[in-house]
């Protein structure tokens, strides 16, 4: 089976480059489709991340680090379509030459080839035999024998060379066209690449305008939240002060003990079955502010009944800043719960509640958290976390 030339110039030309220590244009063009497709493969799988964060509850901070991350796949893409470019343009450059070679080379051999065949056809069919026959002596026969079988080995050998040259031409007029298409589509990507990074800019710039205002409705909730915690610190301080008070005024009787015992860790009925929505303790929101929760977090649907968690006497009932509507409840020995985010209150203040009794319903204090029950313990005045004093998860 025959090479075709230009596969053997290709081959030839790569040889030469890898000797010179750099590369052909054509192995410079697939090494960047494959950077290329390298590129697009895990942008595509950054793309999908992105996807599936739209989908779920995510964090922004993630958000954002994908855009950015999706902005430097594309950036990096652009500046391979544009080092891919330079490599065709170079291989059209490299084939447009060797194919005016090829033509100017052919263009040649077939006049040579043209005036052969006039003058062959002007001597007529019988030349050869007449220039033998004239010869004088054997030696001069052998002579116009080998010159004239030269001569058309010549002609032989032009005949060939110019059917080569005919295949050479037709498979570099195949392969600019084929270089001429994959410029035509490098530019097409490179300018959809380039709407595409400009769109990522804008996601960012609007991504970067979401997050400052997250950070200062965050930085503003934080702050409420540090009023109604110091002022339901200060309303069960002076709950513990009065009740001190009072105990030590003549013929009072002696304080009574506390209805949470130590006992009860971990044995205390929950006020509404739930998830946790948040924990105790401190917790660091997406825009890098913390948040110090007194208390736990428990999803629930709005209008779900709460129960106490044990008997008691109703301190406070009514609204607490960003707590909502609030229950508190003393127990004795100085300790108190907690009952934050109602939407109806069923308590009055002074009343007695005994353990499991309905003190309310769920509600929502805080549109970006939903329906939910706030829930704290306090032991002496702290906070302790609930957590461990209510029954294993159901």
């Known amino acids: 089976m025959r ?20 590369e052909s244009p054509e192995a410079r063009v697939n090494a960047q489709r494959d950077e290329l497709a390298r590129i697009r493969a895990e942008r595509d799988s950054l793309e999908r991340r992105m996807s599936g964060l739209q989908n779920t509850a995510h964090e922004l901070r993630d958000e954002v680090n994908l855009l950015d ?7 990096r893409m652009v500046k391979s379509l544009d080092n891919q470019l330079v490599a065709i343009t170079d291989e059209v450059t490299t084939t447009t030459s060797d194919l005016q070679s090829s033509e100017r080379e052919a263009t040649i051999k077939r006049a040579v080839l043209q005036r052969r065949l006039v003058e062959i056809y002007k001597r007529g069919p019988l030349y050869p035999a007449e220039v033998l026959f004239s010869a004088q002596s054997v030696g001069q026969l052998v002579a116009r024998y080998k010159y004239l079988h030269l001569l058309a080995l010549r002609d032989k050998g032009l005949v060939h060379r110019l059917d080569e040259l005919h295949d050479k031409i037709e498979s570099q007029h195949i392969q600019l066209v084929r270089l001429q298409n994959s410029v035509a589509e490098n530019r097409t990507q490179k300018q959809q690449e380039a709407a595409r990074l400009g769109e990522l800019e804008q996601q960012q710039a609007r991504s970067l305008v979401r997050v400052q205002e997250d950070t200062k409705r965050a930085k503003a909730r934080l702050a409420e939240l540090e009023k109604s915690e110091a002022r339901l610190n200060n309303i069960i301080a002076s709950f513990e002060a009065e009740r001190r008070r009072a105990s030590g005024r003549a013929g009072a009787p002696a ?20 998830a946790f929505l ?22 629930a649907a709005a209008g779900t009944i709460v129960k106490s968690v044990s008997g008691g006497t109703v301190a406070y009932a009514g609204p ?8 508190i409840l003393e127990h004795g020995g100085g300790d108190y719960s907690v009952y934050g985010s109602l939407d109806r209150i069923d308590v009055r ?13 769920v509600g929502v204090s ?7 029950l ?10 302790v976390d609930p957590a461990e004093w209510l029954r294993a998860v159901r």
Do not use: C
């Not at 805080?366 to 329906?371: E, R, V």
């Not at 706030?374 to 906070?383: D, Q, S, T, V």
């Open 3 to 22: 090479i075709p030339l230009a596969i053997v110039g290709l081959l030839l030309s790569a040889s030469v480059a890898f000797a010179q220590g750099t």
């Open 69 to 75: 991350r999706q902005h430097d796949a594309t950036s």
């Open 255 to 274: 304080l009574s003990p506390s209805s949470i015992r130590t006992t009860d860790i971990g044995r205390l009925d929950w006020p509404v079955n739930g």
């Open 278 to 299: 948040y924990r105790f303790g401190r917790f660091v929101n997406p825009n890098n502010t913390t948040t110090r929760w007194n208390g736990i977090g428990i999803s």
């Open 320 to 327: 607490m800043g960003t707590y909502g509507n609030t229950v």
């Open 349 to 361: 203040k002074g009343s007695r509640v005994v353990k499991g009794q309905a003190i309310g319903t």
């Open 366 to 372: 805080d549109p970006a958290l939903g329906a939910h």
């Open 374 to 383: 706030h829930f704290e313990i306090r032991r002496g005045g702290p906070a």
